[in-house]
């Protein structure tokens, strides 16, 4: 009877013990369940993705927010380097020479930008921010946090169609046009202020500064200078200057809400030559009617 009872003891105490544990696990489990589901919700609503990259063997686990960004169906188990490999673009990046730079240069931090093909065969844009960490065997891993950038991406093409139309019509202008930001640096100008200061390419690039730029430059000759201040806008003026040339120029610098000003030249050459001959018109329309009243008057004194 004491061995019965003693056995039953020990046996009602492990299956308690059992029993006890595998509730405890099974609570485990759900909070980590719990957990999971809220980070890959995070993720999602991030529009990004988790990357595990066994290094040494070559597999690679994904969050399912990593899945749906490309419109695939989740899965527990790890992927292939084979298969991610067939969904990235080559042009961009190879992912194979990355892992053996990582490895050879011993980096602990990855900054990447490349496309993934989506289930409907278009491009996803991603960046992957990684970092090489080791797991208590001492085998490395690649952890990253992959971000769709498609919006950035697109905004960037369409910033740069406006500012290739925005050069496209400066460059169109029959005006030298130059602009300057608030610390006198270079943002944009056209080939005509080049040919008018006669200064290359290569020294008006944008950010280079007001001396450099006057320093490179070959200053016109003005022989007659004409200033008008009477503008309506502070910080604006207007002058008329003659070149050794000839030519007559209306230089029109305006200041712009951050600070910079902008400034246009334009050739009025023709506008003046015409005013000269309007002036030389009027003078022998003048002298001609003073000629006329002499006559008239002699005329007069004749009769």
């Given at each position: ?244 040339d000839g030519r007559w120029l209306q230089i029109n610098e305006r200041r ?48």
């Amino acid at each position: 009877v004491t061995l019965f009872v003693g056995t039953s003891s020990i046996l009602l105490v492990v299956l308690y013990a059992y029993f006890a544990q595998a509730t405890r696990a099974q609570e485990a489990d759900e909070i980590c369940t719990i957990v999971q589901d809220r980070f890959d919700t995070a993720l999602s609503r991030g529009s990004c993705g988790l990357w595990d990259w066994d290094l040494a063997r070559g597999r690679i686990y994904w969050s399912r927010s990593m899945y749906g960004m490309l419109g695939m169906a989740p899965r527990e188990e790890m992927m292939g380097f084979a298969e991610i490999a067939t969904r990235v673009n080559s042009q961009d990046i190879d992912l194979y020479q990355l892992a053996n730079t990582v490895l050879a240069e011993n980096r602990k931090h990855v900054d990447q930008v490349f496309r993934m093909r989506h289930e409907d065969g278009q491009w996803v844009w991603v960046r992957a921010r990684a970092q090489i960490v080791s797991n208590p065997h001492g085998e490395p891993h690649l952890v990253a946090i992959a971000v769709d950038i498609n919006e950035e991406q697109a905004l960037k093409q369409h910033s740069r169609r406006h500012d290739m139309r925005l050069r496209d019509a400066i460059e169109s202008l029959s005006e030298a046009f130059v602009l300057w930001d608030a610390e006198k640096r270079l943002v944009m100008c056209n080939s005509k202020y080049q040919q008018l200061h006669g200064v290359s390419p290569e020294a008006t690039r944008p950010g280079a500064s007001y001396d450099d730029v006057m320093a490179a430059a070959r200053t016109p000759t003005v022989r007659n200078q004409l200033v008008n201040t009477e503008l309506a806008d502070e910080g604006a003026r207007s002058m008329e200057a003659q070149l050794e040339d000839g030519r007559w120029l209306q230089i029109n610098e305006r200041r712009t809400k951050d600070g910079g000003y902008v400034s246009v030249g334009t050739d009025i050459t023709s506008i003046k030559s015409h005013e000269k001959k309007l002036m030389d018109s009027e003078s022998r329309l003048m002298a001609s009617v003073d000629e006329q009243r002499k006559s008239h008057e002699t005329l007069e004194l004749q009769a």
